[in-house]
């Protein structure tokens, strides 16, 4: 059973940071590609940083140089580091893994919110 668990959302100024924090359990991190997606009401969607099993990355453009996504395979953590937001930042913020490409992800965890004012 392959659970995704996020954490680190919150309220936050324009201007700051917050660490997201994508636990996973019955998953290797290691073993996929992982992802963070955001959505936020009223708007579709958006892939915003995305990890694969040889360590690539690709961000959208909206957040390049202000978002790192990066994982601990020790822990079995994946992780989305945001600095400088922005109010258009603020979304649900959603991890998600598949263990054979980078699309139509299999595994998705329930989100954490993030608001920035």
């Known amino acids: 059973h392959v659970q995704l668990v996020e954490s680190g959302g919150g309220s936050v100024q324009a201007g700051g940071s917050l660490r997201l924090t994508c636990t996973a359990s019955?998953?290797?991190?290691?073993?996929?590609?992982m992802v963070w997606f955001r959505q936020a009401p009223g708007k579709e969607r958006e892939g915003v940083a995305h990890?694969?099993?040889?360590?690539?990355?690709r961000y959208a453009e909206s957040v390049k140089g202000r978002f790192t996504i990066f994982k601990d395979n020790a822990k079995n953590t994946l992780y989305l580091q945001m600095n400088s937001l922005k109010p258009e930042d603020s979304a649900r913020y959603y991890c998600?893994?598949?263990?054979?490409?980078?699309?139509?992800?299999?595994?998705w965890g329930r989100g954490t919110q993030v608001t920035v004012s």
């Open positions: 990890i694969d099993t040889d360590d690539s990355t």
């Open positions: 019955g998953f290797a991190v290691s073993s996929g590609c």
């Open positions: 998600a893994a598949d263990p054979t490409r980078c699309a139509d992800f299999r595994y």
